[in-house]
């Protein structure tokens, strides 16, 4: 009788808790007036509310469909719900969500062992977000920067960190440290000290600025937010070959430009040598938040228990998740799409260019691009918003697009036939500050960064 009874309640509870599952329908209107009231201001939103996706396309509240070229800035790698995916997270979700890093589960392990065969480095931590994973990578390089005897008082400690200018690295403290970019920082200063900004691929400034009180220098690949800019070859090496000589790490942040995003595993793979650490994050979990910082064996003889953690990073769902990511990758061989669909993008945007003189430069590889305008971007954002095309534009002047790794040719074609109409329809907006003669938007110090990069695109 008991037992019965027992049942009849577990049954009530699973069909309450089914019926409390079952989200009720937010009408926009709502949605809108409880983030207005109730989110803090922190973003520049549009009106319009999203509510799903399918493979390149996003869709609104009232129904109309978007080719997203923006793919939440670089994280949805495979774009909406893709199968595998959903099949993932059903399927482990109902097992585990959460343990406790004070235990092994079944998808860290195999996750980090994926990612080392990725990356060719050797060890894996994993975080909730790109920032966290920044963070940590600065703690192991001011740790490695400090001697490992156990009486080192007759050593100076390593701790200055050169970072770039022009990049962006996150929002916390630790990252936001070294991040070049005024209007982040100013507002939370003092900082976190010992950070000094390089000229980025100013192979002389860098060589001025690094001494053996460095114990790390820390730049992106491809400079995301700063305009899609790449690390020229040049740089890259003198990085490597001075952090080598002196006893620092080289950090490569590859947080938007990483994990297939180039047509290769890592974008450092263009290059002969190697980072110490590289950072990722956006795509890693298909979008869900994971990060991670991978490391070589050098570092992780300094590293012992209670040094570093976290409480969610690398929970069992989530890696379950990252790892079938990065099988999917592999499986349906999407570096050779990348590759193929990027040089068909480079084609189309590199003959809008020779149509529209406002267009300055076409900068990227793979689904990463960026076209640098003469112009104001923001009303070419708006436009395209309004005729289903989602991109965004970073440093007010360059046009960033994201696609997914999945985009197809027909997509392209698609892309830049929209494209093409918004650049020719869209009303222009002259930055004030131009004049006849200075027609460039990017700040003097960008000019040899464009200059390098330019050159780099090239070879």
């Known amino acids: 009788m008991r037992k019965a009874k027992t049942n009849r309640v577990a049954a009530s509870v699973s069909r309450a808790s089914r019926r409390r599952s079952t989200p009720k329908p937010v009408r926009p209107a709502a949605a809108l007036s409880d983030a207005g009231r109730f989110l803090l201001p922190t ?3 549009s009106s319009i509310v999203f509510t799903h996706g399918r493979g390149a396309f996003v869709f609104d509240s009232s129904g109309k469909k978007y080719l997203d070229f923006l793919g939440g800035i670089a994280v949805n790698a495979l774009g909406h ?36 065969q990725w990356s060719g480095l050797d060890r894996v931590f994993f975080a909730n977000s790109g920032s966290e994973a920044i963070d940590g990578a600065l703690k192991l390089a001011r740790l490695c920067g400090h001697s490992a005897d156990a009486a080192p008082a007759h050593k100076t400690a390593r701790t200055r960190i050169l970072a770039m200018t022009n990049s962006f690295h996150g929002r916390t403290f630790g990252a936001l440290s070294v991040t070049a970019t005024q209007k982040y920082r100013a507002p939370f200063e003092p900082l976190v000290p010992g950070v000094e900004f390089v000229n980025f691929n100013d192979v002389a400034d860098l060589e001025s600025k690094f001494d053996d009180t460095v114990c790390a220098i820390i730049l992106e690949t491809i400079q995301g937010e700063g305009g899609i800019f790449p690390v020229t070859e040049e740089f890259w090496e003198r990085a490597r070959a001075l952090t080598s000589k002196h006893g620092a790490l080289l950090i490569a942040d590859e947080i938007q430009c990483g994990l297939g995003r180039t047509g290769r595993y890592f974008t450092f793979q263009k290059f002969p040598s190697q980072p110490d650490i590289a950072v990722i994050a956006k795509p890693l979990a298909a979008g869900l938040p994971l990060g991670a910082i991978i490391t070589n064996n050098a570092v992780r003889l300094r590293v012992s228990p209670g040094l570093h953690g976290t409480t969610f990073g690398g929970g069992p769902m989530i890696c379950a998740v990252a790892l079938e990511f990065l099988n999917i990758v592999e499986d349906e061989k999407l570096l050779g799409n990348i590759r193929a669909r990027g040089n068909e993008l480079r084609a189309g945007l590199e003959k809008l260019r020779t149509n529209f003189d406002f267009i300055k430069e076409v900068r990227g590889e793979g689904c990463m691009f960026g076209v640098e305008l003469c112009v104001e971007g923001g009303p070419f954002v708006a436009e395209a918003l309004k005729r289903g095309l989602l991109i965004n534009c970073t440093h007010d002047f360059t046009i960033r697009l994201l696609p997914p790794f999945l985009i197809s040719k027909a997509q392209v074609r698609e892309f830049l036939g929209l494209f093409e109409k918004i650049l020719s329809e869209t009303p222009r907006v002259v930055p004030a500050a131009e004049t006849s003669s200075s027609k460039s938007p990017l700040p003097v110090a960008l000019a040899a960064v464009a200059a390098a990069s330019r050159s780099h695109l090239k070879r």
């Not at 585990?96 to 235990?103: E, G, K, Q, R, T």
């Open 43 to 45: 973003y520049k939103r």
């Open 81 to 116: 719900a893709h199968p595998r995916i959903i099949k993932t997270i059903r399927r482990e979700s109902a097992r585990a969500i959460h343990f406790s890093n004070l235990f092994h589960n079944e998808f860290q392990g195999p996750l980090a062992r994926k990612l080392v």
